[in-house]
Every structure is written in C-alpha cells, then in structure tokens.
C-alpha cells in the first residue's frame, strides 16, 4: 500500500489552516458540482487511505446526479456505525447516566445539524456531486447562521441535510473499507467530530425547555400557529404575549424560535408580574 506520510507531511499545514478558517469561506461554489473531482485531499484530511477508492467516490456521489453510484447505502451504514459508537463511547465515558439522558446525548451528537457542521469545518461538502441547484446557497446560509450557535442550534436554523448525510456516506465508506472495524472508524473520526457534546455541554431545546419551566411555575403555555399566513409563531404565557418566531423555510423552526425567544423574555415578564 502506497504511504501516505509525505502527502500528510505536505498538505497537513495547508489542512489545518483550512479547518480553523471561517466555515462562511468555506463554504464557496465549486467549479462544477457534477465533475469528479480528486479525492485524495479527503484522504489527507481523514488521515485514512482507502483500498477501494471506489467506495470513497460512491459517498460524494449524491443520489440527484441520477446515476447508479449513489451515497444512500453508505449512508445507511454510516447512520448505524456512528450511533453503536456514542452508544459504546458514551455508556462507559457515564457510568452515572441514565438511558434517558445518554440517549439525548446521543442524539445531539448525530444529528443533522452536528454532522453538517462537521462537513463545513473540514470542507468535504467541496467534494460533493450533485444535482441540486440551491444547495450551495442554503450551505453558505447555514454556515453563517450557526456563528451564533458555536455547539448547536437546538433546531433554530435550516440544515443542508445532504450535509449530514455525506459526513454518514463517509464513515459507512471507512466501515467497509476497514472490514467492519469500528475501531479504525472511531480513531478516523473522532478528532473530526469535535468538538463532541458532552454533558456539561448538552442543551434542552427550547420548546421542552419552555414547558418544563412553566410547569414548574403552574403556567400554561399557548404557541399560536400563524405560518401558513406570515410564516410565524407567537407564543403566550398564561395569556400574555411572551415572544415570536418565524422562518419562511420550515415550520418548525419558526415554532423553535418562537420558543427560544419566549425564554429570553419570560424571565423578566415573570420578575415584573410577581413584583
């Protein structure tokens, strides 16, 4: 097998500085985004050299190219590979956890919205072939919108699924390409899933936080869906007016952060009323 150390030797700087640089910039038009492009710098950043360079060409093969090779199976196995590792990482990282809370953890860990910053700050998103004529908008949208969210967004912004799917192709692709060693995929991928989210890290979402917080409190919350005429939320605690969110994209992320803005503001509306 041809060594890799003198590409990783040369390109590791050149790596790294891509990886630290701001994902907005990441996030320019490749010149075609049907063309095959090489794959060896994906090599280089997984610090992984496939025997079946077939398999790495199928992950960047999105299913809106039409053509035979497509990523969907990889990701498929890849979706189930990186459960069974949190799922094993997790499980004796806390011994003091319950299946409740690790399985919430878990799952911050592989969403969509995790994995697809995953494919922004390591840049495999410029190796992706599609067909898909607004992805590259929506990735440089998500890739400023999740500024604010350095961790996660709790489901406050719209996320480029084929993203998360393409970080799911690739670890199916290392899975098959080691003989099904789980070992081998964690040691690629577990500096390239950083940072990892970890309990003191873990966030509720908003809409679950806002309810246990006024449940507590003896409070009814009302969420008032008014999408369909002006694409927003508002939200009333115990009648009065307490915040709104909208997004003309998708439904729930309107409803999220309609939550999340109740929660900035309900503090204060709370302090006010009990004075």
Same mark, same amino acid.
Request: glycine content about 4%; overall charge negative.
């Given at each position: 097998?041809?060594?890799?150390?003198?590409?990783?030797?040369?390109?590791?700087?050149?790596?790294?500085?891509?990886?630290?640089? *701001?994902?907005?910039?990441?996030?320019?038009? &490749?010149?075609? *985004? &049907?063309?095959?492009?090489?794959?060896?710098?994906?090599?280089?950043?997984?610090?992984? /050299?496939?025997?079946?360079?077939?398999?790495?060409?199928?992950?960047? #093969?999105?299913?809106?190219?039409?053509?035979?090779?497509?990523?969907?199976?990889?990701?498929?196995?890849?979706?189930?590979?990186?459960?069974?590792?949190?799922?094993?990482?997790?499980?004796?990282?806390?011994?003091?956890? *319950?299946?409740?809370?690790?399985?919430?953890?878990?799952?911050?860990?592989?969403?969509?919205?995790?994995?697809?910053?995953? #494919?922004?700050?390591?840049?495999?998103?410029?190796?992706?072939?599609?067909?898909?004529?607004?992805?590259?908008?929506?990735?440089?949208?998500?890739?400023? /919108?999740?500024?604010?969210?350095?961790?996660?967004?709790?489901?406050?912004?719209?996320?480029?699924?084929?993203?998360?799917?393409?970080?799911?192709?690739?670890?199916?692709?290392?899975?098959?390409?080691?003989?099904?060693?789980?070992?081998?995929?964690?040691?690629?991928?577990?500096?390239?899933?950083?940072?990892?989210?970890?309990?003191? %890290?873990?966030?509720?979402?908003?809409? %679950?936080?806002?309810?246990?917080?006024?449940?507590?409190?003896?409070?009814?919350?009302?969420?008032?869906?008014?999408?369909?005429?002006? &694409? %927003?939320?508002?939200?009333?605690?115990?009648?009065?007016?307490?915040?709104?969110? *909208?997004?003309?994209?998708?439904?729930?992320?309107?409803?999220?952060?309609?939550?999340?803005?109740?929660?900035?503001?309900?503090?204060?509306?709370?302090?006010?009323?009990?004075?």
């Amino acid at each position: 097998m041809k060594s890799l150390e003198p590409l990783l030797n040369q390109q590791q700087l050149c790596v790294n500085e891509k990886a630290n640089d *701001s994902s907005v910039e990441s996030t320019k038009k &490749t010149e075609s *985004s &049907t063309t095959p492009l090489s794959l060896d710098e994906v090599e280089v950043i997984l610090g992984y /050299e496939f025997k079946n360079k077939q398999l790495l060409e199928e992950a960047f #093969a999105h299913a809106s190219l039409g053509e035979d090779l497509s990523n969907e199976r990889l990701e498929y196995v890849g979706d189930s590979v990186l459960n069974l590792l949190f799922t094993k990482e997790q499980y004796f990282e806390y011994p003091d956890l *319950s299946p409740g809370v690790l399985t919430r953890l878990r799952a911050a860990n592989v969403d969509s919205d995790k994995l697809a910053r995953v #494919a922004v700050k390591h840049g495999f998103h410029r190796f992706l072939r599609h067909k898909k004529p607004l992805l590259e908008d929506q990735i440089r949208q998500f890739s400023e /919108e999740i500024q604010r969210y350095p961790l996660h967004s709790n489901g406050l912004v719209d996320v480029p699924k084929a993203l998360a799917d393409l970080v799911e192709s690739i670890i199916g692709a290392v899975f098959i390409d080691s003989n099904s060693s789980v070992d081998i995929v964690w040691k690629v991928f577990k500096d390239l899933l950083e940072p990892i989210i970890r309990r003191e %890290t873990l966030k509720i979402h908003p809409v %679950t936080q806002l309810y246990e917080m006024c449940q507590k409190k003896n409070l009814k919350v009302k969420f008032v869906d008014l999408w369909k005429e002006s &694409t %927003t939320f508002d939200v009333f605690v115990d009648d009065q007016f307490v915040g709104r969110g *909208s997004c003309h994209l998708k439904k729930e992320i309107a409803h999220n952060r309609a939550a999340k803005d109740a929660l900035d503001n309900i503090v204060s509306i709370l302090d006010k009323k009990d004075a």
